[in-house]
């Protein structure tokens, strides 16, 4: 009798842990395939700067994909595109001295305004260098920003004063501008 009872709880508790065990493992696809939809979303998210297969991201072409679901929604309507000014400053200004004849260069991003001074050398054209600066930057920054470029090389250290400068400032404003009057006496480049 005592056998009976073993066998048959045996049995019972076998059949629990089959019928759990499937339980689990159906559980267990829904989370690893919840999982997959999650890498996929984190490796399109335009947010995400690197992979961890690619830290610097340099080799990477850039791609995102989103369905309209995925944008019509509360978060989304709240999203607002930022621009990091220093990065566009610091490509500008390492984009520049790339170039021959540049011994030195700043460059400042404003809201709507981006301000570059250079030291060039003796050998390169007046002209050419607010040339090469000017395109250089309009290249690079979005098209509604004005460009002013000046070849004197005492506004280099008039920018600089700048740089911990916040936008909202009514101080900033007035400065930007007398900056800007310096600059327009330089050539600033062809525009096409």
Same mark, same amino acid.
């Given at each position: 009798m005592i056998k009976k009872w073993i066998f048959l709880f045996s049995l019972l508790t076998a059949v629990i842990l089959a019928g759990c065990g499937g339980t689990d493992n159906a559980a267990d696809d829904e989370r690893q395939q919840a999982e997959e939809r999650d890498q996929i979303v984190e490796e399109l998210d335009p947010e995400q700067e690197t992979t961890p297969s690619n830290p610097s991201g340099d080799d990477k072409l850039g791609y995102v994909r989103y369905t309209k679901e995925q944008i019509d929604n509360e978060g989304e309507n709240e999203? &607002?595109? %930022? =621009? !990091?000014?220093? &990065?566009l400053a610091n490509m500008i200004t390492r984009i520049i001295l790339r170039n021959d004849g540049f011994a030195e260069a700043a460059?400042?991003? @404003? !809201? !709507? /305004? %981006?301000? =570059? @001074?250079?030291? /060039?050398? !003796?050998?390169?054209d007046s002209d050419q260098a607010a040339d090469i600066a000017n395109k250089t930057a309009v290249s690079i920054l979005p098209g509604y920003f004005d460009v002013y470029v000046s070849d004197d090389e005492t506004l280099i250290q008039d920018i600089q004063s700048l740089h911990n400068s916040n936008i909202q400032d009514n101080e900033y404003d007035n400065t930007i501008d007398q900056i800007i009057d310096r600059m327009q006496q330089s050539p600033q480049g062809t525009e096409e």
């Open positions: 999203h &607002s595109v %930022t =621009i !990091d000014r220093t &990065s460059t400042l991003v @404003a !809201d !709507d /305004k %981006t301000l =570059i @001074a250079y030291d /060039k050398e !003796d050998e390169l």
